[in-house]
């Protein structure tokens, strides 16, 4: 079992930058693949990004690409999700996840373990 805590969220404003950290419990991180999801009000939860067991390869929406970077320390069970050029329409609660099968999947409904979220809020 993989227990995750999520931190970093909070107010920034347009064209700045937040880290989210995500630890992890559990013997068998680092055989897991891991993900970044976001759920603003009144819309489904979107896939951000993702990264597999080994940190070898990651996937980015197209909405994120060339501002988000994922990155992972299976020597400290962590998963990071390091945000720049924020937009107000990057506003969300961002979610950490983990996927047992250890590659990159894109959808909610692959992965097993969730963090509790964090508020990320981008001002105009």
């Known amino acids: 079992q993989v227990q995750l805590v999520e931190s970093g969220g909070g107010l920034v404003q347009a064209g700045g930058s937040l880290r989210l950290s995500c630890a992890a419990s559990?013997?068998?991180?680092?055989?897991?693949?891991m993900g970044w999801f976001r759920q603003a009000p009144g819309k489904e939860r979107e896939f951000v990004a993702v990264?597999?067991?080994?940190?070898?390869?990651?996937y980015y929406a197209d909405s994120v690409k060339g501002r988000f970077t994922i990155s992972r320390d299976n020597a400290k069970n962590t998963v990071d999700l390091q945000m720049n050029s924020l937009k107000p329409e990057d506003t969300a609660v961002y979610y950490c996840?983990?996927?047992?099968?250890?590659?990159?999947?894109?959808?909610?409904?692959?992965?097993?373990?969730w963090g509790q979220g964090t508020q990320v809020t981008v001002s105009s």
């Open positions: 996840a983990a996927q047992g099968g250890g590659s990159v999947y894109l959808r909610s409904r692959e992965y097993d373990y």
């Open positions: 990264i597999n067991w080994s940190g070898g390869r990651t």
């Open positions: 559990g013997r068998t991180f680092s055989s897991y693949g």
